[in-house]
Structure formats: C-alpha cells, structure tokens
C-alpha cells in the first residue's frame, strides 16, 4: 500500500509556543503511522516578538526564504498548513496554497485561534479579495471547537470545516501517586504563557502586588518568553513582588515539575484566544484554572472547569485568587473533573483523529 505524503508547513519550536508544538506533535505523531509519510518546512522565526502577525522587513526577508522550499509540494500528496491569522500571517502562505492548488494537492488549513474572521471582517476591500483567494482553495479547513467554524464560513462549504479538540503531551500526564501527593494548603500561583502585554502579564503582576498587599499566605511562579522591548518593565513589576520568582521559558521536565508545584494557574489574556494548551497542561496537572472568557473554552468547559474573570481586571484577578484561598481544599470535585476530561486528549487520540480528517473523503 502507497504511503500517503503529507507535507506540514508552519512554524515549529524554537521558540516554543502553542502552534509550534502542535506542529511538532503532529510530524512525531505521523513519522508513528505506517501508512502516512511526513515532511516538514519550518516557517518559524527564530527568535521571540511580542508583534506576532505584524509586518516588518525582516520578516518578508525570512518568508521569500521560505517559499524557494515550496518545490517539496510536487512529491508530497497533502499540504498541511497551520495559516497564520492577520493579513500578512495568511499571505506568508500563499505560495504554498497557490502552487498546491494548480497541482491539484488536498490543501488542509488547522487554525489555532479564533481571529481570523475578524481580519477579515475589518479588511479592505482589497484585502478581503486576497485572503478570499487564498482560503477559497482550502479542500479542508480544522478548527479547535465548533464556535470556531465561523472563521472558515466566508471560503468554504461547512461540511469542508473539521473540530479537532486541543491536546496535552503524554509527559505531563501524573501518576496516581503524584496527584495524591499535590498540595493545597496554600496559594501555588502559577503563570505559563509568553509573558505579553495582551496576555494580560500587567494585570497579573498587578493583582499579585495587591494579594501580597492584603497579607494572604502564598507563592507564585511565572515562565515564558519575554519581549526585549517589555523585558525591562515586566522584570521591574516582577521585582515589586516578593513571593513571585520568574523561571524565564521552561521546557519538558522543567515545565512538569513548575505545573506539578502549583495548585492555581492564571490565564489572564485578552488576545482573542483559540484553546489555550497551557490551560489544558495545568489541568491535567492538578490545578484550579482561573482564565479569561474564549469561545472555545466556553464550548467544552463551564464553572464546574474552571474560574472565569473580566478581562483587563487585577482586581478580578485578586478577588478569584482570595476566593479560592478562602475554600482551597473544596475544589477535589473540579479537579477530579478535568483530570477525566484531560486523558481522552492526549497525543495519540490527538493524532489518530487529524489522520481521519486527513484520510476523509
């Protein structure tokens, strides 16, 4: 039997975010299938910025780059790419797309977020017809949650548009033993996302500079990339904090052992989000989730997941953090919740489900 040629285009670590694990995973998980035969073009820049999706010249210098490996379409049978969701982060891709088209290549498009439709929404005319091309000849779009689908619904049939659920890396995945053993006797505060300003990194510090303020036992942790234009800033509101310590950006055992210490993760972000695999790692973890209100959270978790606050708010921030210290050892029923939800999406099932979207006819 022929091997299928899938060949994934998009960005994989480093640096480490999100889109480029998924990537990453998704390679490691068809090299495991004998019948699928994987390559991949790396489209990540290698050193971390706040501007994701901006225009610069340095950028365009990088993505002409980029497209002289577009030649690798002609031996591969699918192109698989994760698209980008400004204006500039789909054109980076249109090369790709174009080329695979005239072949007459299965074009699938994953996106990983949920602001697409809204660049395009606010385009101009101008734009609107070029992203129009370029999506249009989508043969199969992939998005996190069924909210989601508006994105693809101005370029192709619905019936075209796949969900496939987020996932969570085996590795973190604790034993019996280790959940047994997992402390709530006092606040383990814990940040883990690129330390951005619309990450709502500000707010944060703010509200953990107030919960020091109000004299509640507590420690907290936070790890991520940081812009060097914020580095200054967002290490002088860290220093305001005694009990937060900054790890810098943590990997695999690294990252484990920061989740497996704490018992509260904070994801304040007011970026349009998709579905946050940091949220999905803290809970297979143990911890009580405090995060902003996204669509795709909203379709698959409620209150009984997890906690939900404003946007841009410290003050709602510290009120959650005060309320989960106030019954810190009352939550055994959402955590026992999540750890159920959280083994039906680990890599395999995460895999084994894109290789059926990928394999429907």
Not at 232 to 248: A, D, P, Q, V
Request: with cysteine; hydrophobic share 40%; net charge positive.
């Amino acid at each position: 039997m022929k091997r299928l040629k899938v060949l994934i285009v998009g960005p994989f670590p480093e640096p480490t975010t999100g889109l480029s694990l998924s990537n990453k995973v998704v390679f490691d998980g068809l090299c495991k299938n004998p019948n699928i035969q994987p390559s991949k073009i790396d489209t990540s820049l290698k050193n971390f910025e706040e501007s994701v999706g901006s225009f610069t010249f340095k950028k365009v210098f990088f993505f002409l780059k980029q497209n002289l490996k577009a030649y690798q379409i002609f031996n591969n049978d699918v192109v698989y790419i994760t698209i980008g969701q400004s204006f500039y982060g789909v054109l980076k891709y249109a090369i790709f797309v174009f080329l695979a088209w005239i072949l007459g290549k299965e074009i699938i498009v994953h996106l990983h977020g949920n602001t697409l439709i809204n660049t395009y929404n606010n385009s101009s005319k101008l734009k609107k017809v070029i992203l129009k091309s370029i999506l249009s000849k989508t043969t199969k779009a992939i998005v996190l949650s069924d909210s989601l689908k508006a994105n693809f619904i101005p370029f192709i049939k619905e019936k075209e548009i796949f969900v496939l659920n987020n996932f969570v890396e085996d590795y973190l995945y604790l034993s019996k033993k280790e959940r047994g053993s997992k402390e709530y006797n006092a606040l383990k505060i814990v940040y883990l996302s690129n330390l951005m300003t619309e990450k709502g990194i500000f707010y944060f510090l703010d509200a953990l500079n107030k919960l020091e303020d109000s004299h509640v036992n507590f420690q907290a942790k936070c790890a991520g990339h940081i812009d060097e234009s914020l580095k200054e800033s967002i290490i002088r509101n860290i220093n305001k904090t005694k009990h937060l310590t900054y790890l810098g950006s943590v990997k695999k055992q690294d990252k484990r052992e920061l989740l497996k210490w704490g018992n509260v993760f904070v994801f304040p972000s007011y970026l349009i989000e998709g579905l946050p695999l940091s949220i999905l790692e803290a809970m297979v973890t143990g911890n009580i989730i405090i995060s902003t209100e996204h669509d795709a959270l909203l379709d698959y978790f409620d209150a009984s997941n997890m906690y939900f606050i404003d946007k841009q708010s410290a003050n709602d921030i510290l009120k959650t953090l005060i309320e989960i210290n106030d019954s810190l050892n009352d939550h055994r029923k959402m955590i026992i919740t999540n750890y159920e939800y959280t083994e039906q999406i680990n890599e395999e099932a995460f895999v084994n489900k894109l290789v059926k979207i990928i394999q429907n006819n």
